[in-house]
């Protein structure tokens, strides 16, 4: 870090520093942590995955081969490039196709959520011999190589939002039915996430207001799972660290983009967001926010439905107590009034908390978001207030049907 180095992202960092499973290099140095990182592990032949024209905008690419360690490193390093936004199936089995051919001892994967979830997919289905088809769900491959260890890729995010870079997580559409499919294996964890929050500045406003909408919902989600919170107390440090820094700094760098402070605080709150969700995952408005991909940003579709469950949750007791956690942040003397503060904060930052508007469509569109909930019982199940999945239709449209449009 910087000798300028805020209290804030101090914590923040101390934070990081706790992560378990993926060592953070975070800062102005984080490639040259990286390179350090592939120099004691001996790494010879690294595929990069990559996304498109961003990644060279952004300078990720340029900076990862000027990085001065990196350049001592006598690497070969095919590329797989062009990763599109919301990949699928056929995409990353041409990743898998790429590993086949390269055989590297290491996967970096350079680029935002996108990017890391397909490389993340991608190496463990080479490594099991799985095809993607058989590696959706919880644990897959995990319990098919029960003990064995697998590979895991260094991630380089040039995107504050995702947390991709820290979770088990990977989100991949099903090529043949356009059915976005989660995989939740510890197996793809990534080993080493460099952080470089300068990377982030290219974005363009909309990008970075999103992105940064889909780690405040990580956060607030994280902690609305009161389960997982108990579970795992470290949670509710985590996700209110990242929701302080991230209301803090977004307004200002939607009006200054190039406010390396701020930016280093919503790069850093992303992936306490990610550490967050490893432990206490989200649930309905992320679940529900699958069904918008192709109609609007994954971050503009989750801060829009996350009001209305969250009142719905507020039933549970244990829910009202999680969101009074949140009053200094978004002030309100009782939960219902932290929810409206967290509404005007998302509309005052260009959002909108009405997913109608996201959507184009009416409300007979809830019926396609109740349908393909449904497949999801897991995530039904653990929602801070459970509902089954024949009881998707009726809630959904209690839910969302008067705050459906303006
Ligand atoms: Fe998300």
Not at 49 to 54: I, N, Y
Not at 84 to 93: A, F
Not at 96 to 105: H, M, S, Y
Not at 121 to 130: F, I, K, N, P
Request: glycine share 6%.
């Amino acid at each position: 870090m910087s000798t300028g180095i805020t209290e804030t992202l101090f914590n923040a960092q101390t934070m990081m520093d706790t992560c378990q499973e993926t060592l953070i290099a975070f800062g102005y140095d984080a490639l040259d942590q990286l390179s350090a990182h592939i120099m004691l592990k001996e790494y010879q032949t690294i595929l990069l995955v990559m996304g498109g024209e961003s990644v060279h905008r952004c300078g990720a690419f340029h900076a990862f081969l000027q990085s001065p360690l990196f350049g001592k490193l006598d690497l070969n390093m095919p590329r797989f490039e062009n990763v599109p936004p919301e990949p699928d199936t056929d995409c990353v089995r041409r990743i898998v196709a790429c590993l086949d051919t390269e055989k590297p001892d290491a996967v970096i994967a350079v680029g935002g959520g996108s990017v890391m979830d397909a490389a993340k997919a991608a190496y463990l289905s080479w490594q099991t011999g799985m095809d993607i088809d058989r590696l959706f769900g919880r644990e897959a491959a995990t319990s098919a190589f029960p003990g064995r260890t697998f590979r895991r890729i260094l991630a380089v995010p040039t995107t504050a939002g995702t947390g991709s870079e820290v979770t088990c997580y990977a989100n991949i559409i099903d090529a043949g039915t356009g059915v976005k499919k989660l995989i939740a294996d510890p197996a793809i964890i990534p080993e080493l996430a460099a952080v470089e929050p300068m990377f982030t500045v290219s974005a363009p406003q909309n990008l970075t207001r999103v992105t940064a909408f889909d780690a405040l919902v990580h956060a607030v989600e994280s902690l609305l799972n009161f389960r997982g919170c108990e579970a795992h107390p470290a949670v509710v440090q985590w996700a209110l660290q990242a929701t302080r820094m991230i209301v803090s700094a977004l307004p200002k760098v939607l009006r200054v983009p190039e406010d390396q402070e701020e930016r280093a605080e919503l790069s850093a709150a992303a992936t306490l967001a990610g550490m967050a969700i490893r432990f206490s995952p989200t649930s309905l408005p992320h679940l529900l926010s699958f069904s918008f991909c192709g109609k609007a940003p994954h971050g503009a579709a989750v801060a829009a439905l996350l009001p209305h469950f969250w009142k719905f949750y507020l039933r549970e007791e244990p829910v009202r107590k999680q969101t009074m956690l949140l009053s200094g942040v978004f002030p309100g003397s009782t939960p219902e009034e932290v929810i409206g503060s967290y509404e005007k904060w998302i509309e005052s930052c260009g959002g909108t908390v009405h997913p109608g508007e996201l959507t184009g469509t009416g409300t007979e569109w809830i019926d396609k978001l109740a349908e393909d909930a449904a497949q999801n019982p897991v995530k039904l199940e653990s929602a801070p207030r459970k509902i089954r999945a024949d009881e998707c239709r009726t809630v959904f449209h209690d839910v969302l049907d008067h705050v459906w449009t303006k």
